[in-house]
């Protein structure tokens, strides 16, 4: 493995997880760790865990890309739905840059996990306007037109019929009501074609740990646009977040 590839970080609600990344192939160079985000999760408690995660790689010397599930300008934070509210204003570049000594550049962890599936996935040379959507506690979103990402596109906080559209069609949902398959693909189907009616997208990529059963879901959903499930499942965010990392 050599020392100078990127590195990929994804941060999440109950693991953190990174690999160095072979962006020629787009999969791991070295076999995946994990880590248990600490609670609470604040920035500094979890640079200490980024910190450790890289320690285990000690060759590794490349640029190192981070997911953080909100809003991320300039790499500053500037929504925190669902982690913990410090994060707001965090200037999470410079912060994660000191705690590891490394190059560090953050990354919305929707828009990480669809360029991933852009260059690598089941959106792989496809041109015109990809819509990428993870299904789980929310709704992820990332618009990539011919390549280029639109960043920050947190789709899953539209307003349809009067409710947040993740509150209503987020795999969440789905468990906490305990939906069938066909009532979900309705709330889905309403979902999607008001994407369909704003952004009249070439292709729909559906991801999140839900789309290892989309045979269940995705036949019922009933939208002109083409859908398919993510192919790169829990890797897009690490090799999103390393391919973000040598931009």
């Known amino acids: 493995m050599s020392g100078d590839l990127p590195f990929g970080i994804d941060f999440g609600g109950t693991g953190i997880k990174g690999a160095p990344v072979d962006l020629g192939t787009g999969d791991f160079a070295a076999e995946r760790v994990r880590a248990t985000t600490p609670k ?58 000191r705690a590891t000594g490394r190059d560090v550049h953050v ?33 992820g979103s990332a618009l990539v037109y011919d390549g280029v990402l639109v960043p920050n596109s947190e789709l899953g906080h539209l307003e349809i019929d009067g409710h947040g559209a993740e509150k209503r069609a987020a795999n969440s949902a789905r468990e906490s009501e305990d939906l069938s398959w066909a009532t979900w693909a309705e709330r889905l189907t309403t979902y999607y074609r008001t994407l369909e ?41 690490i090799v999103g977040a390393a391919l973000c990392a040598t931009r």
Request: glycine share 12%; charged share 20%; hydrophobic share 45%.
């Open 40 to 97: 609470p999760a604040t920035p500094e408690a979890v640079a200490e865990v980024f910190a450790g995660i890289l320690e285990q790689f000690p060759d590794s010397r490349g640029p190192v890309g981070v997911t953080v599930p909100g809003v991320v300008r300039h790499g500053v934070v500037h929504s925190a739905a669902n982690i913990d509210k410090s994060w707001l204003g965090t200037d999470a570049d410079a912060l994660f840059t």
């Open 107 to 139: 990354v919305n962890d929707a828009d990480a996990a669809g360029l991933a599936e852009v260059r690598y996935g089941a959106a792989r040379g496809r041109d015109g306007l990809v819509i990428v959507t993870t299904l789980g506690t929310g709704i």
């Open 197 to 237: 009616m704003l952004f009249s997208p070439d292709l729909f990529v559906v991801g999140g740990g839900i789309s290892k059963k989309s045979d269940e879901f995705l036949p019922l959903i009933d939208i002109d646009t083409e859908i398919v499930p993510a192919t790169l499942r829990n890797k897009a965010g």
